[in-house]
């Protein structure tokens, strides 16, 4: 069965330096999203994204964060200049387009935590 | 926007009781609503879902049931396994393409 893949599983990095979390959909879906959940907290939502461009986007998702999808497979969270408060485990999602349901495929995460 | 609230936040029972986990939503224009089980350290995974055409759905020992006018939907669990123990969090969406909305969860313990 198919699944979203994420890496790395566990980044670690200093406070002001830039991060880039990296995805891989499943490949016939086309909605893409991030979302956090910061240690023992519920999941939120960052941003979602699909046909190239950021469909949503939540008040967390500020100017220091972008998202891209480079090439026909990955799908990347950046952070810029991170803050001690971004830590948290960011999961990557997708769903296909056509389907009656609207699940979403969460992938197992990274974990990053800023020192 | 949407809020989802979820209760109890944790719920222990007996192996073999049934679990209820409660969400109340407050977006009437949500139309979707799933159910993740995230063991620990891993991934949120669907379990059940129900779209707000229906009133209730069933798949073996979960059960989810769905109260429009009321805002509120309900996780049922029977015949618990030790298994089962994870969080659960319920979520609203508002739809095709949209994000979800998750509650803040309810760790379920499972003592055998």
């Known amino acids: 069965e198919p699944e979203v893949t994420q890496t790395p599983s566990h980044q670690v990095t200093q406070m002001g330096q830039e991060v880039i979390l990296r995805c891989v959909p499943i490949s016939n879906h086309l909605y893409f999203y991030w979302y956090r959940q910061i240690l023992g907290q519920k999941v939120e939502f960052l941003v979602s994204f699909y046909n190239n461009e950021i469909s949503e986007k939540s008040e967390i998702f500020d100017d220091q964060f972008s998202v891209e999808r480079p090439d026909g497979s990955n799908f990347t969270l950046k952070i810029r200049s991170t803050k001690l408060e971004d830590s948290a485990m960011y999961f990557c999602a997708s769903r296909p387009t056509i389907s009656s349901y609207n699940e979403q495929f969460f992938g197992p995460g990274t974990r990053l935590t800023v020192l | 926007g949407e809020n989802v609230e979820q209760h109890p936040s944790t719920l222990s029972v007996q192996e073999g009781d049934s679990a209820v986990i409660k969400c109340t939503y407050s977006?009437?224009?949500?139309?979707?609503f799933p159910w993740y089980k995230q063991e620990l350290g891993k991934r949120p995974q669907l379990i059940i879902d129900?779209?707000?055409?229906?009133g209730e759905k069933k798949d073996q020992r979960i059960a989810v049931t769905l109260n429009k006018t009321a805002k509120h939907f309900s996780l049922h669990i029977t015949e618990t396994q030790p298994e089962d123990s994870a969080v659960y969090f319920c979520a609203a969406s508002l739809g095709y393409g949209q994000n979800f909305v998750f509650g803040p969860g309810t760790r379920l313990s499972v003592l055998p």
């Open positions: 977006d009437s224009a949500s139309n979707y």
């Open positions: 129900i779209r707000s055409n229906v």
